[in-house]
Structure formats: C-alpha cells, structure tokens
C-alpha cells in the first residue's frame, strides 16, 4: 500500500480544475473552500503558504507529528466536500478537480523556503496581480501580519531568521531556475 502522507513531514500540495473549469466561481467560493480547509485539513497539518487561483491551488503543509489514522481523509473531506458545495451552486455535476490528491514531499529547507515564495507568489507569476499584497485568497497578506491567521507565521520567520529577512524575501521574485534545480535534488 502506498503511503500517501505521514506525520512530520513536509509537502507541496496542489490541484486543479478539471475540464478547463474554474475552481472558484466567485468569491464566496474561495471563501467556502478556506473554510473547509481550516475544518478539515489544519487539525492535522501546519499551514506555511497557500494560495488560490482560479483554475488551481497550491497549499504548503506539514503533517503534524501527533496526526493519527488515514491522513489521506481530511483532504478527500476537503475537495469531496467543496465539489459537493461547488456543484450545488453552479448546478454542475461531476468531478471538479482534476487529481485526487496531488504532493511533493519537501526534503530540505532551501527548498521548502523557495516554495514558501513561490506559492505566495503565484497570482504575481501568473499575472492576476500586480503585486502579491493585493491578492486576497493567498497567504502573502497573513504571513506577513501580526494578526490571528492560519499560516504558521512564527516558524515561516524562524525559516528566513528574522521577519525582516522574511519581509525581503517575499518581496523578491523567485527564480525559477533555481527552484527547479531543487525539484531535482527532492
């Protein structure tokens, strides 16, 4: 049996639409999908970044090390239940994503901290934006505030060793050339 996810390590997690759909329709739906997010998914994983897009979705995660059972479920929970709640409003049937659960797992921390980057810099890479501060459904805004979030924010600054560091850090583009060199070392 294939061991999907397992408790304290770390993992790019991402979908898609399927079909050339969108995912989200509107905001509500972003909003809805948070919100199952945050019910089923971080009782069992630490949230580093997360963003979402129109057609896809990236999520930063660790397993927490006390997570038991099917680590699996949660996010069958996640994407079965916002299919359920998507279809419903837009009278669509069928699947809405592409994979059931689609993950890298993260290795080494160079490259967990150029994913940290690269997913709060999504809507800025595909151009949904022109800076990633004035996107709302990504955690660019949380991560950087002092307020109550569901990114883990003080491990994120303990990664880059100081929040000015951190600030700087999301603020620079990734260089994808880079980044795809440490896909190659996972």
């Known amino acids: 049996m294939k061991t999907l996810l397992e408790p304290g390590k770390y993992y790019h997690v991402y979908n898609e639409a399927r079909n050339g759909y969108p995912l989200f329709e509107d905001e509500d739906a972003f909003r809805f999908f948070l919100k199952l997010y945050q019910t089923h998914v971080c009782p069992v994983a630490e949230t580093f970044a997360y963003c979402l897009l129109r057609d896809?979705?990236?999520?930063?995660?660790?397993?927490?090390?006390?997570?038991?059972?099917?680590?699996?479920?949660?996010?069958?929970?996640?994407?079965?239940?916002?299919?359920?709640?998507?279809?419903?409003?837009?009278?669509?049937?069928?699947?809405?994503?592409?994979?059931?659960?689609?993950?890298?797992?993260?290795?080494?921390?160079?490259?967990?901290?150029?994913?940290?980057?690269?997913?709060?810099?999504n809507p800025w890479r595909h151009g949904v934006t022109e800076h990633p501060a004035n996107y709302r459904f990504s955690s660019f805004r949380a991560t950087l505030t002092t307020g109550p979030s569901m990114i883990a924010k003080e491990k994120v600054v303990d990664y880059f060793g100081s929040h000015e560091n951190m600030t700087a850090s999301l603020h620079t583009r990734v260089d994808e050339t880079a980044l795809h060199l440490f896909m190659m070392e996972r």
């Not at 660790?62 to 997570?67: F, G, L, S």
């Not at 059972?69 to 419903?88: D, E, V």
């Open 56 to 121: 896809h979705l990236h999520l930063l995660i660790r397993i927490r090390d006390n997570a038991t059972g099917s680590l699996y479920k949660p996010f069958a929970m996640l994407f079965n239940g916002y299919t359920k709640g998507y279809n419903r409003h837009t009278g669509r049937e069928g699947r809405v994503f592409r994979f059931k659960l689609k993950r890298i797992e993260i290795r080494n921390m160079p490259y967990f901290k150029e994913m940290i980057r690269y997913v709060n810099q």
